[in-house]
């Protein structure tokens, strides 16, 4: 079956990178993505490809590239569907806020909603992609909405889970580890659904990194994968916090784990905590779905990945508190980094709402400074928490545009994102500007410790002994 039209709903992180690479290497097949959310798709059209809604390194040429001949961004959900011989969900699975499940389950009633509408449009048969990472055994209830249009129009569920990174999207997409479709590898039906969409992977895709499996491995894979990930970050932080007491160097640490081959050298970064809008969603709802089989002690061990993640934010920022003499209160302190990773402007679960809620409460006064992010962003991020009001969080929080200007009369600086910039800033000339003594707190590891100390800062860092004006210490190496 070759597919000619393709439909894609839901135009987020992962709908438009995602659309956006399948009709580059695709130029004979009419991509539509399409939201619900007329602002997104309005930028998503925005002439100045420059503005479309999501930073994302490289994500503007591709869009430039294809926007217009054969990739186009739409409102008009029905006709996109109706078109389409292959429709991809990639609308939002969020951590339910009510009822059964509140905290921990995948909320799946945007899903389901786009599973009665292609039910409701729908006048051919489809092949409906479960592109969203969704619970195992989603597929099943999917099918059961589409079963019962009476129509006659035949669906075969595939699922199809993405696995790219913010902020390195568009190389995930062109050279991914793997492609994983999941699907019914026992009927034919099923296994022409399979290959309609592998080929269209293998537009660009090596062959030998299409792996297909039964639907339910593939939705519990992308589980999984997050799981295991996510697992890394909260083992290298448990041992920071190690190596603050006994003298260790975690970044060493983790560079004599890493040459282990069994274990390698990547996602071994200590760092303030893992934010973004997967790994704690994801684990949650894998911890739901074990404690929902009865599986106590399955559920008890992933979530701890995110107890461990919670002491690592909240460490931080009694860390600052403690150091600056137990008191924070009228203190400015500056914040450099706002998104949960560098390149992108994301900041959901971003490690920096969290901190910076706890030093408010303590009264301190907060500059941010974001190379990406929109203060109203950061004031909405901090406004979902209700932990004050909307005036207390205006009031007591500066967004700048300009980090001199951030770091300007401050009493400590947290580092919390690691974009590349704030290794070329001038930092004598921010030391000059700070009350004294000027701390700095990287929540990344990302700074030269050496260097800012001969300056004169006052420096701790994550799992790191503290070093002293005199002391020799070695240049932080990031492990890859
Ligand atoms: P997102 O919130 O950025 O985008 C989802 C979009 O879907 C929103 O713009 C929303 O308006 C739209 N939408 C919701 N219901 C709709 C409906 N009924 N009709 C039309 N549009 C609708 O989310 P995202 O980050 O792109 O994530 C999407 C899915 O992909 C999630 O399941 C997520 O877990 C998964 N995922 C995300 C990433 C990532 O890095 N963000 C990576 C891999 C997988
Ligand atoms: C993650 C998965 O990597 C990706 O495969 C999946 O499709 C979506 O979820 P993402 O959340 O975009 O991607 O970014 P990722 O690079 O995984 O980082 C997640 C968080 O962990 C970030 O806050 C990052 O700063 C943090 N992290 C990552 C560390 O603190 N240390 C590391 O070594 C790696």
């Not at 592998?198 to 994968?225: F, G, H, M, Q, R």
């Not at 640490?253 to 997967?278: E, H, Q, T, W, Y």
Request: hydrophobic content about 40%; proline content about 4%; glycine content about 6%.
């Amino acid at each position: 079956m070759r597919i000619k039209n393709i439909c894609c709903i839901g135009a987020g992180y992962v709908g438009g990178p995602t659309m956006a690479v399948i009709a580059q290497k695709c130029p004979d097949i009419q991509v539509t993505v399409v939201d619900i959310n007329e602002e997104r798709i309005a930028a998503w059209n925005n002439e100045d490809v420059e503005r479309i809604p999501i930073y994302e390194p490289g994500l503007p040429a591709v869009v430039q590239e294809g926007r217009g001949r054969n990739l186009f961004f739409s409102t008009d959900v029905d006709t996109a569907i109706d078109k389409a011989e292959m429709i991809f969900i990639s609308v939002n699975t969020p951590t339910k806020t009510y009822g059964i499940g509140k905290g921990m389950a995948a909320d799946l009633k945007w899903i389901e909603l786009c599973a009665r509408q292609i039910a409701r449009i729908s006048r051919n048969d489809k092949i409906v992609v479960e592109k969203s990472t969704l619970p195992v055994r989603t597929a099943a209830a999917l099918k059961e909405i589409l079963k019962h249009t009476g129509n006659g129009v035949k669906y075969q569920i595939l699922s199809n889970p993405e696995f790219l990174a913010e902020g390195t999207a568009i190389q995930d997409l062109l050279h991914p580890d793997r492609v994983l479709i999941g699907g019914d590898i026992e009927t034919k039906d099923g296994i022409e659904a399979i290959s309609a969409l592998s080929d269209i992977y293998e537009k660009w895709v090596p062959k030998s990194k299409i792996l297909t499996t039964n639907v339910w491995s593939s939705e519990l894979s992308k589980l999984t994968a997050n799981a295991f990930l996510a697992q890394r970050v909260s083992s290298i932080n448990a041992m920071s916090e190690l190596c603050e007491v006994t003298g260790a160097d975690v970044t060493e640490v983790a560079k004599a784990l890493g040459m282990d081959s069994r274990i390698g050298p990547k996602f071994l970064n200590s760092s303030v905590g893992f934010g973004g809008s997967c790994f704690q969603k994801d684990i949650l709802n894998l911890v739901y779905i074990a404690k929902s089989f009865g599986l106590k002690q399955v559920a008890e061990y992933w979530e701890q990945v995110i107890i461990m993640n919670d002491h690592q934010k909240k460490r931080f920022a009694a860390n600052i508190i403690r150091t600056l003499y137990n008191t924070v209160s009228g203190k400015k302190i500056t914040v450099l980094g706002w998104s949960f990773k560098k390149d992108t402007n994301d900041t959901r679960e971003s490690a920096a709402i969290y901190v910076v809620d706890h030093l408010l409460n303590e009264e301190a006064e907060i500059a941010v400074y974001d190379p990406k992010v929109q203060a109203e962003q950061i004031y909405k991020d901090l406004d979902y928490l209700e932990s004050r009001n909307k005036e207390a969080n205006r009031l007591n929080l500066n967004v700048t545009n300009d980090p001199y200007e951030a770091c300007k009369d401050s009493h400590a600086i947290a580092v919390l994102t690691e974009w590349e910039e704030f290794k070329t800033y001038n930092w004598e000339k921010i030391y000059e500007n700070m009350l004294k003594p000027a701390f700095l707190f990287d929540g990344r590891n990302l700074l030269n410790i050496e260097e800012l100390t001969k300056i004169g800062f006052v420096i701790k860092s994550i799992g790191k002994p503290a070093p002293t004006k005199n002391s020799v210490v070695s240049k932080p190496a990031l492990v890859s």
